[in-house]
Nanobody, 122 residues
């Protein structure tokens, strides 16, 4: 079992930045790639970014590429999502997820965190 705990959500103005953290724990957690997803009210869950557990290779969704940066600190079992140039369309609950094969498709996810809310005000 892998446990995931997100933090760092909050309210930010349009154009601002916010950094999210995801701490992974549990047996074998260090071998999982970690992805971020988001779900806005009334919308489908959307894959945002993913980082490979060993190579550090990253994948980004089209809507965030160039604005968001995913990184990880393996010593701390923590993955970060730096979000810049935020707009109201980025408002959502952001969840991190663990996957053996790097992906931003929800069908490939093995474990989910509970999420942290991000609100971007106009």
């Amino acid at each position: 079992q892998v446990q995931l705990v997100e933090s760092g959500g909050g309210v930010v103005q349009t154009g601002g930045s916010l950094a999210l953290s995801c701490v992974a724990s549990g047996s074998g957690s260090e071998y999982y790639s970690i992805a971020w997803f988001r779900q806005a009210p009334g919308k489908e869950r959307e894959g945002v970014a993913c980082i490979d557990s060993s190579s550090g290779r990253t994948i980004y969704g089209d809507s965030v590429r160039g604005r968001f940066t995913i990184s990880r600190d393996n010593a701390k079992n923590t993955v970060y999502l730096q979000m810049d140039h935020l707009t109201p369309e980025d408002t959502a609950v952001y969840s991190c997820a663990a996957t053996i094969i790097p992906t931003i498709f929800k069908s490939g996810i093995d474990y989910w965190g509970k999420g942290t809310r991000v609100t971007v005000s106009s």
